[in-house]
């Protein structure tokens, strides 16, 4: 192995991922928060920007967190039907799966940009979803932008 | 020496279109040759770039820039046209924003080479000969251009003062252009405001006359896709995707009032981060949601925005250069242990 490549690998080892988490105030928001009071294991590789709603998330903030470097992107919102602005989360989904056509386009896995309902009483289910995202964020590596 | 304004043309990487939008603007044309003159313009006159690189700093009244830079000649060029002139116009969308060669943004330089030269059915090339950027031939040395990998825009290399966006700039904005110019020549009239976009503040939606209903749409349609075409009616209405509400007005509704979509050539608005990225939110929330929506699956949703086939080549059609990701990645996946 050349020195060259051995340096590159080391700095793959030491990658860590970094994952950006929207969370709709009124359901996701309180579901990470009981994952938090509940003292649930989770890995720290995440940073949660809260929203007034999952559909407040423009298509411009998470393609300005993969151009800034973000490796992942999650989206959390109320269940279907559980919306507090009655229809947001439908529009949500459908700008995430047109978005995750484009991200597709542009060349990044589509599995960096995951949508999620996340209820305020399931702690559970966020924990679960972070562990699972950031070992998915893991096997993808890093975000091929910082490269260019 | 003549008393006239200096003024120059350049193509970069274009199709050609922006020079025969400037010699559209008809009998203004010779009005133009009365009040200035012509130092430099490939299309149209036999000057040399040795000529412009003889001239004085700040020689060129006013140089209409048009094409991205793609190559090296395309850099060297905007920077040595910049050197010599006062004012410089980003002129069409290509130079604004990278415009439809900006697609190229999509590839890289090694694989559009290697599929020109290499893989293309009609090629035969079994030694794999590439073309150089430099040949020492014993005739002597030898220069070629160097590709980019990278389509990027005019002030992505130069202080840009005006943006006049268009694919091609439309006869009216050339000519209120020329006409301001003239009026600062003549009689001192102040120029427009440093950096500013000759064309309006408002999305195009405003400008145009289509009566707005604002359906709720359950899928989209190509034009040909359908029949007939309601002339008064919103193409979105009609479930035709139009850029009109991410770009900005100016061109006085060209397309949608020959019932085309708008395909965004003015370029977004000063209010918006992204072009594509504006536009795609305002078509996802545009779909129908009803009380049927909490049945269907995230597979369906996939499907129903299937519909859109190639979102990029939509949404960026003349931006890709200066949106928010401007250009394509390569994903290196680790392996699946
Ligand atoms: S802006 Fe349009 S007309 Fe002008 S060079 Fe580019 S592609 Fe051609
Ligand atoms: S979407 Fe297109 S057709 Fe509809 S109002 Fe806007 S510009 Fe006109
Ligand atoms: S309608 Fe749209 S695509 Fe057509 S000229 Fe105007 S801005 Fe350009």
Known sequence: MSTQTAVAAQEQDAWEPRILVFCCNWCSYAGADLAGVSRLQMPPNFLVIRTMCSARVDVEFVLEAFAKGADGVLVAGCHPADCHYIGGNYRTRRRIALLRMLLEQYGFDPERLRLEWISASEGEKFQKTMVEFTETIKDIGPNPIKEE | ?337
């Not at chain 2, 920077?79 to 697609?103: D, E, H, N, T, W």
Request: glycine residues 8%; proline residues 6%.
């Open chain 2, 1 to 337: 020496m003549s008393d006239k304004i200096k003024i120059a043309q350049y193509w970069a990487a274009s199709c050609g279109g922006c020079d025969v939008a400037l010699l559209d603007i008809d009998e203004r044309i010779l009005g133009v040759a009365e009040l200035a003159d012509i130092v430099f313009w490939p299309i149209a006159v036999d000057t040399k770039l040795k000529d412009v690189e003889a001239l004085p700093d700040g020689y060129i009244t006013a140089t209409l820039f048009n094409g991205a830079i793609r190559n090296s000649e395309n850099e060297y060029v905007a920077k040595l046209l910049r050197q010599k002139s006062k004012i410089m116009v980003a002129f069409g969308s290509c130079a604004c924003f990278g415009g439809i060669p900006g697609l190229a943004n999509i590839t890289y330089a090694d694989d559009i080479m290697d599929y020109v030269y290499n893989k293309t059915p009609s090629m035969d090339n079994p030694e794999g000969i590439l073309p150089l950027v430099e040949y020492h031939a014993p005739e002597g040395d030898l220069e070629l251009p160097e590709m980019y990998d990278t389509v990027k825009t005019l002030e992505d290399f130069v202080e840009v003062d005006y943006f006049m966006p268009g694919c091609p700039p439309t006869v009216d904005r050339i000519n209120e252009f020329l006409d301001a110019v003239e009026k600062h020549v003549k009689e001192g009239a102040p120029l427009p405001p440093k950096g500013a976009v000759i064309a309006s503040e408002k999305t195009l939606c405003d400008e145009c006359g289509r009566k707005k209903e604002y359906r709720k749409l359950e899928r989209v349609y190509l034009p040909h896709e359908l029949d007939e075409i309601d002339p008064e009616l919103c193409l979105l209405d009609q479930g035709i995707i139009c850029m009109g509400p991410a770009t900005r007005a100016g061109c006085g509704a060209k397309c949608v009032n020959v019932s085309q979509p708008c395909r965004g050539c003015f370029g977004p608005t000063s209010a918006a981060l992204d072009h594509g990225g504006s536009m795609l939110s305002a078509l996802a929330s545009i779909f129908k949601v009803d009380e049927s929506e909490t049945k269907l699956s995230e597979e369906q949703i996939v499907e129903l925005m299937s519909h859109i086939k190639d979102p990029l080549g939509t949404f960026y059609e003349y931006t890709m250069p200066v949106g928010l990701i401007k250009r394509a990645v390569r994903e290196k996946r680790r392996s699946k242990a």
